[in-house]
């Protein structure tokens, strides 16, 4: 085996190491949510704003990740990721109130985003051809696998009684395994056979379709995140285990976009867009409006609504808009999480205004916090609902448009 080859394993299994990181946060931060509330007496709009600060963070880095790529390098941009990663991490930890818990949660958030603007082009120039769409569809596997991990971890940790700080020291695990797999490796970045010019890129995304699929990012985004972020909030008096909920949900997901090339050879990029804003909107509503066990029916809709949202997404801008390049389905990444974020206090604003509406109406306890979750997910449905007309017109609008052959493959 040659030291190349060696090599090649190390960074992929570092890349893994480092998206696992990124599911971590997100699931287990989703899963102690309701455990910083009560401790540091936060409202739904103060956590909606620590939530913002984690998807602020992701696409600012990966956007400025995805410019400076080949000038200033992967491997500093995983040096960045991981002192980023470990600060956040600790200082969540030791966080003393609302205003560290912000700090600490935008770093953690920048550190994922430079975990997606390095790993995905160091896969990609360390493998070629069908190699490269394997390892590429391995890698992407992780970020639902490890929130499917990361859940269960979370889960079975608050029933054992162990407090949030000690749940979060489980994030920096993984951390610790990629700066570890990294380290002393070297970093082969690929040299671009051909140039084209940010200017270039730049124009390709002033085009009418480029324009309406950053409008329809926003919505697909917060689709998918809204329900998953705020999940153990929400659902907490439901019936059902809210860690249960996320992890079948992002297990789910994993498997579809597993199968997602047959799936989209048949109803075609514009129509696998559509039913699942379709099967988004049914999953939300049930949500609304069942209980107990219906719970897990309601998340296997869900989930088969939102899997294909942001591979085919990106996909559609590869090979519609070729032009963009990179670039292009970096800002079109970046929209999405920067919806995400802005979104988030709003949710929280959601849920304070309707355990007021609700209280005044006479609930207390679980029936207080179970019609507030549910009437805050009245609200969630106006997303893919808005998608459902969006995606109709695209449909129809291209359905006889010519596509590039290239373009990154959907997985």
Not at 77 to 85: D, G, L, N, S, Y
Not at 131 to 149: A, E, Q, S
Not at 302 to 331: E, H
């Amino acid at each position: 085996m040659t030291n190349d080859k060696i090599n090649k394993g190390a960074l992929f299994t570092g890349s893994c190491f480092a998206l696992i990181t990124t599911a971590f946060t997100f699931s287990i931060r989703a899963g102690i949510l309701p455990q910083l509330g009560i401790q540091f007496k936060l409202t739904g709009e103060q956590l909606g704003f620590i939530n913002l600060m984690f998807f602020l963070g992701f696409p600012i880095s990966m956007i400025i990740g995805g410019l400076v790529y080949h000038s200033f390098g992967p491997k500093r941009i995983m040096q960045v990721a991981f002192v980023t990663h470990t600060i956040g991490i600790l200082m969540t930890i030791f966080s003393g109130g609302y205003a560290s818990l912000l700090v600490s949660t935008l770093l953690i958030g920048f550190g994922n985003g430079c975990t997606e603007a390095a790993c995905n082009p160091l896969i990609a120039d360390a493998y070629a051809g069908r190699d490269m769409n394997k390892m590429l569809n391995r890698f992407h596997m992780w970020f639902p696998g490890g929130i499917v991990i990361g859940s269960l971890i979370s889960k079975f940790m608050t029933d054992l009684h162990f407090g949030w700080q000690a749940q979060m020291w489980v994030t920096i695990i993984p951390a610790v395994m990629y700066a570890v797999l990294f380290y002393g490796k070297t970093f082969v970045v690929r040299k671009e056979e051909v140039r084209i010019s940010l200017s270039q890129h730049f124009l390709a995304m002033l085009s009418p379709l480029y324009i309406f699929l950053f409008i329809c990012m926003a919505f697909t985004a917060i689709t998918e995140f809204g329900p998953n972020q705020w999940v153990s909030v929400i659902m907490s008096n439901s019936g059902a285990s809210p860690m249960l909920i996320l992890a079948l949900t992002t297990g789910l997901m994993a498997l579809g976009r597993f199968f997602a090339g047959p799936v989209v050879g048949m109803l075609g990029q514009t129509g696998v867009l559509l039913v699942s804003a379709i099967l988004a909107t049914i999953g939300i509503y049930m949500f609304s409006t069942v209980t107990g066990p219906l719970a897990y029916v309601a998340t296997v809709i869900f989930a088969l609504g939102v899997c294909y949202f942001w591979p085919v997404m990106v996909g559609t801008v590869a090979q519609r808009v070729p032009g963009s390049g990179a670039l292009g389905m970096s800002i079109i990444g970046g929209i999405g999480m920067f919806s995400t974020a802005i979104f988030q206090p709003f949710i929280g604003s959601w849920i304070d205004a309707a355990r007021i509406e609700k209280a005044s109406a006479g609930l207390t306890g679980g029936a207080l916090e179970l019609a507030a979750g549910q009437a805050t997910l009245v609200n969630m449905i106006t997303f893919p609902v808005i998608l459902i007309v969006l995606f109709t017109f695209l449909f129809f609008w291209q359905r006889k448009a010519v596509v590039a052959p290239g373009g990154i493959e959907v997985h």
